[in-house]
C-alpha cells in the first residue's frame, strides 16, 4: 500500500497533467526547482568535462574515491545538472562515493545524438582524470536511464572499457513507445502518456530511426554489458521499456537486478524535494547504495 508521503505526491502529479497545448519553454518553466537544493552536508563543485558543465556532487559521508556517473531525466528536452542536486546528493551519501552529474545538450535546440556525445565526452573526461572504468558507476532516470543504456552501446560498438555497473530507473529504452503498459497504465500514471512521450521523443529524434541502438537501446546489442540494477515501478506507463530492456539483458547473459516497486509513479526517486521522507523513494535509494556498495567491494 502507497505511503501517505507517497499519496500526496501522486495527488499533486494529478492536479498538474500535461496540457499538448503548451510550448516546449513552458513545460520546461522558469521558476525555482527544489531539486536544486542538495541534502545537507554536501559539496558542490562546477567543472568543464571537455566543453561539457558537468556538476561534483558529494557527500561528505562519502569515503570511496569512486564515482556515480548521473544523467537526469526530463524527457531529453529539460531539467539538468543544477536541477539534480538532491537525488545527485542522496546517491552519493548512499553509495559512499563521489556523483558527477551530467548538463548534456538538450533538444530541440540539439537533437539526437548530442546527449550521446556528451554522455561519452564526460566519461572520457573521468577517465582522462586517471579514474579506472572499473570504479565508475553510470545510471540515471528516466531519459537518463535510457542515456545510461546509450552510453553502454556506444562503448560497445567501440570495443571500449565499461564501467563496473550501470543503474537504470525507470529507463526510457524505446522510442517508440510501443509496450503495452502505455495502454493497461493509461489510468494509474499521472506523470507520463505516450503522447507525451511521442512528442519528446519526435523532436529528439528529429528524423532519425527510432530504432537506431544508441537512441533506443533496448535495440542494441547488449552481450558483455556491465551488471545492472533496473528499478521501475509497477504502475508506470514506462514500465513495460524497463521490462524489455530487462529481458533483453538478461537474453545476453548479462547479470540484472530487477526491482519493480508497486504503487510508486514515474519520478519517486527524484520528488524528495516536492514532498520530504517518502517512504519509497528511500527504500529505492537505499537499495541503489547497497547494489553500487557491492558491485565497488
Same mark, same amino acid.
Given at each position: 500500500?502507497?505511503?501517505? *508521503?507517497?499519496?500526496?505526491?501522486?495527488?499533486?502529479?494529478?492536479?498538474?497533467?500535461?496540457?499538448?497545448?503548451?510550448?516546449?519553454?513552458?513545460? !520546461?518553466?522558469?521558476?525555482?526547482?527544489?531539486?536544486?537544493?542538495?541534502?545537507?552536508?554536501?559539496? &558542490?563543485?562546477? #567543472?568543464?568535462?571537455?566543453?561539457?558543465?558537468?556538476? @561534483? =556532487?558529494?557527500?561528505?559521508?562519502?569515503?570511496?574515491?569512486?564515482?556515480?556517473?548521473?544523467?537526469?531525466?526530463?524527457?531529453?528536452?529539460?531539467?539538468?545538472?543544477?536541477?539534480? !542536486?538532491?537525488?545527485?546528493?542522496?546517491?552519493?551519501?548512499?553509495?559512499?562515493?563521489?556523483?558527477?552529474?551530467?548538463?548534456?545538450?538538450?533538444?530541440?535546440?540539439?537533437?539526437?545524438?548530442?546527449?550521446?556525445?556528451?554522455?561519452?565526452?564526460?566519461?572520457? @573526461?573521468?577517465?582522462?582524470?586517471? &579514474? *579506472?572504468?572499473? !570504479? &565508475? #558507476?553510470?545510471?540515471?532516470?528516466?531519459?537518463?536511464?535510457?542515456?545510461?543504456?546509450?552510453?553502454?552501446? !556506444?562503448?560497445?560498438?567501440?570495443?571500449?572499457?565499461?564501467?563496473?555497473?550501470?543503474?537504470?530507473?525507470?529507463?526510457?529504452?524505446?522510442?517508440?513507445?510501443?509496450? *503495452?503498459?502505455?495502454?493497461?497504465? =493509461?489510468?494509474?500514471?499521472?506523470?507520463?502518456?505516450? *503522447?507525451?512521450?511521442?512528442?519528446?521523443?519526435?523532436?529528439?529524434?528529429?528524423?532519425?530511426?527510432?530504432?537506431?541502438?544508441?537512441?533506443?537501446? #533496448?535495440?542494441?546489442?547488449?552481450?558483455?554489458?556491465?551488471?545492472?540494477?533496473?528499478?521501475?515501478g509497477t504502475s508506470e506507463t514506462m514500465y513495460g521499456d524497463a521490462l524489455a530492456y530487462v529481458n533483453e539483458a538478461r537474453a545476453a547473459g #548479462?547479470? =540484472?537486478?530487477?526491482?519493480?516497486?508497486?504503487?510508486? &509513479?514515474?519520478? @519517486?526517486?527524484?520528488s524528495q524535494h516536492v514532498v520530504p521522507n517518502i517512504p519509497e523513494a528511500l527504500d529505492a535509494i537505499e537499495r541503489i547504495g547497497s547494489f553500487v556498495s557491492?558491485?565497488?567491494?
Amino acid at each position: 500500500m502507497a505511503s501517505e *508521503e507517497l499519496k500526496t505526491l501522486i495527488e499533486l502529479k494529478r492536479a498538474n497533467p500535461y496540457d499538448s497545448t503548451q510550448s516546449i519553454d513552458a513545460l !520546461r518553466g522558469d521558476g525555482p526547482d527544489g531539486g536544486r537544493i542538495p541534502a545537507v552536508d554536501t559539496n &558542490i563543485e562546477s #567543472v568543464d568535462a571537455d566543453g561539457v558543465y558537468c556538476e @561534483w =556532487v558529494v557527500s561528505r559521508s562519502a569515503s570511496s574515491d569512486a564515482v556515480f556517473l548521473f544523467f537526469h531525466g526530463g524527457g531529453y528536452y529539460r531539467s539538468s545538472a543544477v536541477a539534480s !542536486r538532491r537525488i545527485a546528493s542522496d546517491l552519493s551519501a548512499a553509495c559512499g562515493c563521489r556523483c558527477f552529474t551530467v548538463d548534456y545538450r538538450l533538444a530541440p535546440e540539439h537533437p539526437f545524438p548530442a546527449a550521446v556525445d556528451d554522455a561519452y565526452a564526460a566519461y572520457h @573526461w573521468l577517465l582522462g582524470q586517471g &579514474i *579506472e572504468a572499473n !570504479r &565508475i #558507476v553510470v545510471g540515471g532516470s528516466s531519459a537518463g536511464g535510457g542515456l545510461t543504456a546509450a552510453l553502454l552501446a !556506444r562503448l560497445k560498438l567501440n570495443d571500449e572499457a565499461m564501467p563496473c555497473a550501470a543503474v537504470l530507473l525507470s529507463p526510457w529504452t524505446d522510442l517508440t513507445q510501443s509496450a *503495452e503498459t502505455f495502454v493497461s497504465n =493509461v489510468q494509474s500514471d499521472p506523470s507520463i502518456s505516450k *503522447e507525451y512521450l511521442d512528442r519528446m521523443a519526435a523532436q529528439y529524434l528529429r528524423g532519425t530511426d527510432p530504432k537506431d541502438p544508441l537512441a533506443s537501446p #533496448v535495440y542494441s546489442d547488449l552481450e558483455g554489458l556491465p551488471p545492472m540494477l533496473v528499478q521501475a515501478g509497477t504502475s508506470e506507463t514506462m514500465y513495460g521499456d524497463a521490462l524489455a530492456y530487462v529481458n533483453e539483458a538478461r537474453a545476453a547473459g #548479462v547479470p =540484472v537486478r530487477f526491482e519493480p516497486f508497486e504503487d510508486v &509513479i514515474h519520478g @519517486w526517486h527524484n520528488s524528495q524535494h516536492v514532498v520530504p521522507n517518502i517512504p519509497e523513494a528511500l527504500d529505492a535509494i537505499e537499495r541503489i547504495g547497497s547494489f553500487v556498495s557491492e558491485r565497488l567491494d
